[in-house]
């Protein structure tokens, strides 16, 4: 049996391993390293330890190992280096390594490997490319073997000399990789599920794509790849142009609306949730008139009732709704809403961030739609697109250069700076992509998933009828909390949505197929989930 089995790494979270962390910490800085007093108690709690976030390694109940993060200013460093920061890289976001200790019973590579890739996963997680420690002059070659690099003088006294070091991001990186093929690393970290509904994972296609030289978007190449991506995205939905504007899908909604100032008239949005609260806020920004058609988070909108608010509103002009509202996982139905507005001479304008490479989206007959580049789509955040079908003119006197679909379309969608390595990644996803494959898959998981999750009780927002397969959205039950589960589960491996205000605030969590996910990794959360006593116990 691999040694590393019998090893569980994680954030600390219970009171035993707090109590535990106490004890191991007076044993390595009272004991062994004299840093500080002893006292009957043989327990040392950190002066930061309401702060600090502790990454262990358990065996069974008994601590082996540890280390803790912290990013609230000023560091233990800042007190013992004046002006620290003309030491590191500028640019950074930092935190601080402190406390890194490891049974003495336990001080071969594993553990200590095993904690370093926990902290790569914590950085990765949390957005930080630097960290400062204070390493023991005593395993001074080990941590450079790590890619610190020492800085400043030394601070401590006596025995407890230590040599104050940083290490990026990107050099732990590459010295992981490295270990991972001396099996250093092998077993100790299983690649995480990625559940959410954007950033997706990647395929390994495509991060090469992205990786590599950087070109001018005036060459030739690029615009001849530009013009294929562009091609092949209106291929993909029915779309006559599209324009691909670097930002998210908040700029492509963005220039939607600017689009419709263009032409004032009243207007009628479509709210069933969060992205249909969104578009209402996108038009009140612009100053354009409109009425909101609302349904509760969930609900379905029923024709009729849109006919007649339509109906009601005879000088509507223009219509916005969300195709796959990603907050409930409703999938709204679009031939409905081509079928009403055709009929009335309105301008469908729909968001289809969440469902364009989710499910099969015809947007012949819609005025204006928009996209992104890091969800159905598989490749990188960072890009957005606005599909069309009629000629489009410059507005000059009116918008915003940056909004201003005419002028992308009087240059060929390139009016200034482009980044040739979201359109290689995105142009390599969209190559391969196989829609009725890739839909069917999606589908068949979704529903085999939502029959398990209902069959042990759950609740799923969206009904089966007018559901995204790609967005599972499950209402917990209030004595199970969506923050307190959605973390553990992402210490387990499973990265699921929930951190989003408007989840949080219904306890809700989301299990997303936007990305490619085996039934065999799907399978292995459903057994978690279905262990309600479990839950009963995390909440």
């Known amino acids: 049996m691999n040694p590393s089995q019998a090893f569980t790494f994680k954030v600390a979270s219970t009171p035993l391993e707090f109590e535990r962390i106490h004890e191991l910490n007076y044993r390595t800085f009272v004991q062994e390293i004299p840093q500080h007093e002893t006292n009957p108690n043989q ?3 950190d002066r930061f330890h309401g702060e600090n976030t502790y990454l262990i390694c358990m065996e069974a109940d008994r601590l082996i190992g540890m280390v803790a993060v912290r990013a609230k200013r000023p560091f233990s ?12 890289p500028p640019g950074r976001s930092i935190c601080e390594i402190r406390l890194l200790s490891v049974d003495k019973r336990y001080r071969h590579g594993m553990v200590f490997a095993g904690l370093a890739r926990l902290i790569f996963d914590f950085f990765r997680h949390h957005g930080y490319d630097l960290a400062i420690i204070s390493g023991t002059v005593r395993q001074k070659k080990l941590y450079e073997h790590l890619g610190f690099v020492p800085f400043g003088p030394l601070v401590g006294t006596g025995d407890a000399l230590f040599q104050p070091m940083y290490l990026t991001v990107q050099s732990f990186q590459s010295r992981a990789a490295r270990m991972d093929r001396q099996s250093t690393f092998a077993g100790l970290s299983k690649e995480a599920v ?6 997706v994972d990647i395929r390994p296609d495509v991060r090469q794509a992205m990786g590599r030289g950087a070109r001018s978007h005036r060459s030739g190449a690029f615009q001849e790849d ?11 939905v029915g779309a006559g142009r599209v324009e691909i504007l670097l930002g998210s899908g908040t700029l492509a909604n963005d220039a939607v609306a600017a689009q419709l100032t263009l032409a004032p008239s009243q207007g009628l949005i479509l709210c069933n949730g969060e992205f249909g609260e969104r578009l209402a806020d996108h038009a009140s920004r612009f100053g354009l008139p409109f009425e909101i058609h609302v349904k509760d988070w969930g609900g379905v909108f029923d024709e009729k009732e849109i006919e007649s608010a339509l109906n009601r509103k005879p000088d509507v002009r223009w219509l916005w709704a969300v195709h796959s509202e990603t907050s409930t996982g409703v999938l709204n139905d679009m031939d409905t809403l081509k079928s009403l507005c055709v009929s009335r001479g309105v301008r469908l304008c729909l968001d289809c961030a969440s469902s364009i490479g989710t499910v099969a989206v015809n947007l012949s007959g819609v005025h204006l739609a928009t996209g992104v580049s890091g969800k159905g789509l598989g490749a990188f955040p960072g890009l957005s697109m606005v599909f069309y079908h009629h000629e489009i003119l410059p507005a000059p006197n009116a918008l915003p ?75 917990l039950p209030c004595e199970t909390s969506s923050k307190r589960l959605g973390s553990v589960l992402r210490e387990k491996g499973f990265h699921l949505s929930f951190e989003s205000e408007y989840l949080l605030n219904r306890n809700w969590i989301q299990i997303c197929l936007m990305g490619d996910c085996s039934r065999e990794k799907l399978a292995s959360l459903l057994d978690i989930l279905e262990n309600r006593p479990n839950l009963a116990a995390i909440a």
């Open 43 to 45: 327990t040392l709690i």
């Open 77 to 88: 460093l800042d007190m013992k280096i004046a002006d620290l920061d003309r030491y590191l």
């Open 194 to 199: 990625n559940l959410l509904p954007g950033p």
């Open 226 to 236: 530009f013009q294929w991506t562009k091609k092949r995205l209106c291929d993909l």
């Open 401 to 475: 250069r940056y909004l201003d679909l005419g002028l992308y379309a009087a240059n060929k969608g390139i009016p200034f700076t482009h980044s040739s390595n979201l359109l290689s990644a995105l142009q390599t996803a969209v190559m391969h992509f196989q829609p009725e494959e890739r839909f069917a898959k999606v589908e068949a998981l979704s529903q085999w998933a939502k029959s398990r999750l209902r069959a042990a009780g759950f609740y799923i927002v969206a009904p089966d009828a007018h559901a995204s397969p790609s967005v599972i959205t499950i209402a």
